[in-house]
């Protein structure tokens, strides 16, 4: 089993020792440092796509990414809440999350993108009937593979986007009603979503000023499978519906601050008692 913060410590030591040496080689002209990209994100607690994964607990969400060329990044994502217990006392609640993911971005044009993304979210305890092997796809495993369409419009038309995501690999798989016959389900969701800038451009305070608005509507389609805890498993779903507000504050050249604010609604009645239907999540992100 993998000791996630272990790795976070040595994932982020091991870039950041590689960014100060880029930015040395980068007065000669042999690299140049806004290749990498290094972000840390701290957050009040973990929810994808209205799921919430590892309780009400802080995590961090460190990410680096390399640019190799004008069309294609490369990047790697983790988050953990640095709890050891996988459930909560009455054994039906997940208390100790992990995940860490890699992922590659290939711009098409100005609007469309296409993303393949590796999950990896290893249970934080030995579980008999999982297997945390880090190439394992199958039945038992804990990797995902999500391929996604975005469509960004924001430079050509409308700050609008839109997001189509399918589960071509991994442990996505449904069965039939004896529990046996596993098939790969392809699970899919959707996701649209606007952003308002500078929602208070007409305020005097210049707190208040600068501060994005962003509603987003995201629903599941087919979910037998039940990769979506937290939503219907026999027809469509609205699974995501979220308004993020979003302050960036400068503390140095190269280094923003932006505060955020989440509001997720899941609108789904089925299979939300375990985890919730309403959270209220805080963030701050530091980039450089």
């Known amino acids: 089993m993998i000791n996630l913060k272990k790795h976070l410590f040595y994932l982020f030591f091991g870039l950041c020792h590689f960014k100060a040496i880029s930015q040395e080689l980068a007065s000669d002209s042999i690299i140049s440092p806004k290749k990498v990209t290094l972000k ?3 957050q009040s607690r973990y929810i994808w796509r209205g799921q919430s994964w590892g309780g009400n607990y802080f995590v961090i969400q460190p990410t680096v990414e390399y640019k190799a060329n004008k069309k294609m990044t490369l990047g790697v994502w983790a988050t953990t809440n640095f709890k050891k217990d996988y459930f909560y006392n009455d054994g039906s609640f997940y208390k100790g999350y992990q995940e ?7 711009n098409v044009n100005k609007y469309m993108s296409v993303q393949l993304w590796d999950y990896y979210w290893p249970s934080v305890k030995k579980v008999e009937g999982i297997d945390n092997g880090f190439f394992n796809y199958g039945k038992n495993s804990v990797k995902t ?13 409308l700050p609008f986007t839109t997001t189509i995501s399918t589960l071509i690999a991994g442990n996505d798989y449904r069965y039939d009603v004896l529990g046996k016959n596993p098939k790969q389900n392809f699970t899919t969701y959707a996701e649209v979503g606007y952003t308002f800038e500078d929602v208070l451009k ?3 305070n210049k707190v208040m000023r600068n501060i994005t608005v962003s509603p987003t509507a995201g629903m599941v389609f087919n979910n037998q499978a039940k990769y979506y805890v937290s939503g ?8 995501n519906l979220s308004l993020e507000m979003v302050k960036e504050f400068e503390l140095a050249k190269q280094l923003n601050l932006p505060i955020s604010l989440v509001f997720t609604h899941n609108a789904t ?19 450089y």
Request: hydrophobic share 45%.
């Open 269 to 287: 009645i089925q299979n939300t008692q375990m985890f919730g239907r309403n959270f209220l999540i805080f963030g701050a992100n530091l980039t």
């Open 145 to 157: 593979i999500d391929f996604n369409l975005l469509f960004d419009f924001s430079e050509v038309w």
């Open 40 to 42: 840390l994100d701290i």
């Open 100 to 106: 860490f993911d890699m992922y590659l971005i290939y």
């Open 232 to 239: 219907d498993y026999n027809k469509p779903s609205l699974v």
């Open 202 to 204: 007409k305020t005097n």
